[in-house]
């Protein structure tokens, strides 16, 4: 009987804790956690136990999430939402998780992000994995506006990879003064903007392979700089070796320590320097600024020479309209008299045909 009484007064305690498992879940109170995968769900399971530390409720048909939906998880750590379809986050869809530190919502279909979703109390969430997770690339315009809204001031790392994103909005992370870790590989990015990696001071890791870089010009570079601290991937881009990756192979040379990858960039195009390392490309190779003394003065001699060709070639035409002038005036005056007799002939037939009395008068003196 006191055992009884001692576990009726622990659950009146935990509340929650000794909530039975969900349908179509499964828990593990022994390991804190509870995993609802594959079920078919429609909605966020309801009655999870109140114990959970790890929530893993994946591979559903959960279309929309909302600050109702979670309740209850005030010890929920780790929460993992990948693969369910949802397309919409709610205003402080996770705000009641007062200690969660990482959020997955990879493969999903988010189109509409309310600019408070992600705000979480107390500022726990440590990591937060969007992979595959936008339905659209104006769903990026829509996350950058979450990013300043919500409270992520503590988030270390974020995972935006295999989304296909073409742009980054300006500052979209002025607010993440704490991350360490950006994923942006597997997208469709060819440039980086001024601003776009403000606030990344503490910066550790910038992933950007796989993308569609063809070069990397020198305001890219200036962003590079900004983040002191970062150690930058860059294989796997399509690099074309013109002269304008020219800054880009000077830098690189000389910030080799900063690219864990700096070996394996290669050109893609032109074909003649295709697989040809970035650490080999430079002035000699691109031959961007050599010029030859010797052909410069011949050029310059050759444009002289076709000067005074043109120049002589236009008093010959002067001199023969000289000769010629009186046949010219001559020719220009009978073509002025043909003009002006064809004009009033025009208006003669013009007038007989906007007076009927005058047509009549010429039909009698023809006859």
């Known amino acids: 009987m006191r055992d009884l ?10 509340g929650s804790v000794c909530a039975p498992c969900p349908q179509r879940c499964e828990c593990s109170e022994t390991a804190l956690t509870v995993k609802c995968v594959s079920k078919d769900l429609r909605s966020f399971p309801a009655g999870i136990p109140g114990y959970t530390r790890s929530l893993f409720v994946t591979g559903n048909q959960i279309s929309r999430l909302g600050p109702e939906s979670i309740r209850g998880l005030d010890n929920l750590t780790i929460l993992n939402l990948s693969g369910n379809r949802i397309s919409v986050l709610e205003s402080h869809t996770f705000s009641r998780l007062h200690r969660l530190r990482s959020l997955d919502l990879s493969n999903n279909q988010l189109a509409v992000i309310h600019p408070e979703a992600f705000s979480v109390p ?16 104006s769903a990026v315009l829509d996350l950058a506006g979450s990013f300043r809204w919500s409270s992520l001031s503590s988030l270390t790392v974020l995972d935006l990879s295999n989304n296909g994103l073409i742009f980054l909005p300006s500052q979209i992370f002025s607010n993440l003064n704490s991350l360490h870790q950006l994923l942006l590989s597997n997208n469709s990015l060819v440039a980086i903007h001024n601003s776009t990696l403000s606030g990344l001071e503490s910066l550790q890791e910038l992933h950007l392979t796989h993308n569609a870089f063809k070069m990397f010009p020198e305001e890219v570079l200036r962003e590079f700089d900004s983040l002191p601290r970062a150690t930058l991937f860059l294989r796997e881009n399509p690099l074309t070796c013109m002269c ?6 000077l830098w690189l ?43 410069d003065v011949a050029l310059q001699t050759s444009y002289v020479f076709l000067g005074l060709v043109l120049g ?6 002067l001199f023969v309209l000289f000769l010629n002038r009186k046949g010219i005036k001559k020719r220009i005056n009978d073509m002025r008299d043909a003009c002006r007799e064809v004009w009033e002939g025009y208006h003669y037939r013009f007038e007989l045909d906007s007076d009927p009395r005058l047509s009549q008068l010429s039909n009698s003196a023809d006859a």
């Open 5 to 14: 009484a001692r576990r009726l007064a622990l659950c009146a305690l935990l």
């Open 122 to 137: 107390n500022q726990f969430l440590r990591e937060l994995n969007l992979s595959m997770a936008l339905y659209n690339h």
């Open 244 to 249: 304008g990756i020219e800054p880009f192979a």
């Open 253 to 295: 040379n000389s910030s080799q320590n900063r690219v864990a990858d700096a070996e394996d960039l290669v050109c893609s195009f032109p074909a003649a320097m295709r697989n040809t390392s970035l650490l080999a490309v430079g002035k000699l190779t691109l031959e961007c600024h050599q010029t030859d003394p010797e052909a």
């Open 312 to 317: 002589f070639i236009g008093l010959i035409f």
